[in-house]
């Protein structure tokens, strides 16, 4: 009864550690492609500079989706999970690299 508890205790961890680094902040799942195309509404009032040094101020992915999910909400209609995934995905591949 003792190793099946331990199996068991372990496999639960596992489970955790597997679903607590995988949660959607860490990363970018979306499509870049039209991540590109929702960037071009970003465009209308600042241009790329503020993703590079020295106006760069974001330092990670998940600080990144914080931003951009802020910033969509301006939008009229808010951007969708799917967009915000979509551009943080782009921004993420063309300027930040945190992956």
């Given at each position: 009864?003792?190793?099946?508890?331990?199996?068991?205790?372990?496999?639960?961890?596992?489970?955790?550690?597997?679903?607590?680094?995988?949660?959607?902040?860490?990363?970018?799942?979306?499509?870049?492609?039209?991540?590109?195309?929702?960037?071009?509404?970003?465009?209308q009032c600042h241009g790329t500079d503020v993703y590079v040094p020295p106006q760069r101020k974001i330092d990670s992915l998940p600080?990144?989706?914080?931003?951009?999910?802020?910033?969509?909400?301006?939008?009229?209609?808010?951007?969708?999970?799917?967009?915000?995934?979509?551009?943080?995905?782009?921004?993420?591949?063309?300027?930040?690299?945190?992956?």
């Open positions: 009864m003792t190793t099946r508890r331990f199996q068991m205790a372990g496999l639960v961890l596992a489970s955790a550690l597997a679903v607590a680094g995988c949660s959607a902040g860490d990363r970018a799942t979306g499509d870049p492609v039209r991540g590109a195309k929702t960037h071009e509404a970003c465009l600080a990144l989706r914080k931003e951009v999910e802020r910033w969509g909400d301006y939008y009229n209609p808010a951007l969708s999970p799917q967009e915000i995934d979509d551009l943080v995905a782009y921004l993420d591949t063309q300027f930040y690299k945190f992956r």
